[in-house]
């Protein structure tokens, strides 16, 4: 954004890359933050475009994670205009979740306030929430999911468009 605010559009795990290579370069500054710590590999989008123009099977892997991030991408945007902050966290979590395959994971209130651009009053009010009904257990610094049935109900409905988008994008990524 012109002011430099910087707010979530798509969450990346081990599945993908965070970045739409094939769309650089353009005037738009993407940046891509670790949020939960682990393995992550840089690199600069020219290399990768060379070497994508030297290998057809890394092109189509490239190629189809970047689709997946771009549609990801559109279903958030509209997402965080239609649903309340508790559809959304529980839906967040769900993701970060099945992204990193546990059900506990460190993550603070600040990082949620700036994956779903609200602040961080509002994160907290909303996870205070999920809480209350048993679907989280908050921790200083991590979460656990406690309920995870009960937290998908809870979620908006884009957590499940989502997670059959990512079925169908990743499931041609292993063909």
Known sequence: MPDNTLFEVATVGCEGISSPVFLQP????????????????????????NEVKK???????????????????????????????EERAAALLLRISDQINTQRFPLTHQKISLMLNVGRPRVTAAL???????????RRGAIS???????????????????????????????
């Open 26 to 49: 353009t005037n738009i500054s993407l940046t891509s933050i670790c949020l939960i710590a682990g393995t992550a590999l840089k690199i600069k989008a020219e290399v990768l475009l």
């Open 55 to 85: 290998n057809r099977t890394l092109a189509r892997q490239v190629f189809l994670s970047s689709i997946g991030l771009i549609s990801q991408s559109i279903v958030r945007t509209s997402c965080n205009q239609r649903h309340s902050v």
């Open 128 to 138: 205070g929430l999920l809480q209350d009904l048993k679907l989280i257990d908050l």
């Open 145 to 175: 999911i406690l309920d995870r049935r009960r937290l998908i109900e809870v979620s908006c409905p884009c957590y499940n468009i989502l997670k059959k988008e990512d079925a169908c994008v990743y499931q041609r990524l292993l063909d």
